[in-house]
């Protein structure tokens, strides 16, 4: 196989990027279309059901194929100094590319609310972090607000080059399945992504590379669903953390997306997302965090509604590393401590 050189080279056609462009690189994207024959099987229908992995990136999640064009584009605008707000993911894919762009990158967090390894991350990567009592829609704000009063430029899905890279996340698809599939399902936290992906989608469809388009089905998490309601949460909450967001900043976006593919948007209580979480893990191998298991438990709440013969992709958007609490709070697992290190009492435990 040849070398995947990462997204921008992969898709330089497709993305706004001249000769001039440095491409600073994790060699992200390509990641695996996984058939999930145990959901399949609970579906039935001959419904298929893929799970785009995307947790399988540099950095464990989709953010790096935003982060690529990002900061490509910011070293190619002669930007030192990057921020973000973020609750989580993005801040490590900022540091990361920021520190391989020779870059500075500071990132604002919502003190207390940010996954163990999100922040170890960030920390790593060697990000300048500032964790704020405040939730992430505050962060946002004062970022927007730095980016244009200082000679910083902003790395949110606000930055136009993000989605641009993200979008490269539909175009695998199609070249996977042959054409896109009938429904997307995806996590929104603040709709960055579901628009991304819709560009893409539509790209290819323009192109004829796909006949069809699918429908967009997005999901929220039940305390902190402003795209589901139609309004503003001011204190959105969810074990969920990656979307717990009140105030998406691409909330338009969303609903058109959500018009022109006659899509729908739902929520999902944290218990259907721990189920599906629990279900990915130890049914079909997969590990990702919690928010990225609200596309499977949105595919399952809406079962009823799945038309027969349908492929249908989810996007498991983050891996499950990020959040090791939430792996260790929310298991079936067979997990004995202080087992004393012999044969015989290791043997008992295994029931011989
Ligand atoms: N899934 C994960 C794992 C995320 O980290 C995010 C967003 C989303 C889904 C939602 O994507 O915002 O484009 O709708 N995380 C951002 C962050 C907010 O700061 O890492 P979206």
Redesign the pocket.
Known sequence: HKHWPGIIEAYKHWLPVTKKTPIITLQEGATPLIELQYINKIIGKDVKVYAKYD?LNPTG???DRGMTMAISKAKENGTKVVI??????????AAAYAKKGGMRSFVLIPEGYVAQG?LAQALVYGAEVLAIKGN?DEALKIVQNISNKFPVTLV??VNPYRLQG?KTAAFEIIESLGEAPDWLC???????????YWMGFNEYYIAGISKKLPKMMGFQAKGSAPLVLGKTIDNPDTI?T??R?GN?V?KEN?YKVKKESKGKFTDVTDEEIINAYKILGKEEGIF??P??A?SVAGLLKVKESIPSNSKIVC?L??NGL?DPDCAIKNNDAVFKEGISPDIKTVAENMGF
């Open positions: 947790g999640s989709f953010k973000c707000a973020s609750t989580g993911n993005t801040s490590a894919s999100k992430f949110n899905s993200q995806i996590p929104m936290g603040n709709a960055g992504n579901i628009t991304a969920a990656a979307i967001i998406p691409n969303a990702c965090e928010a990225s609200s996007v958007t983050g990020k």
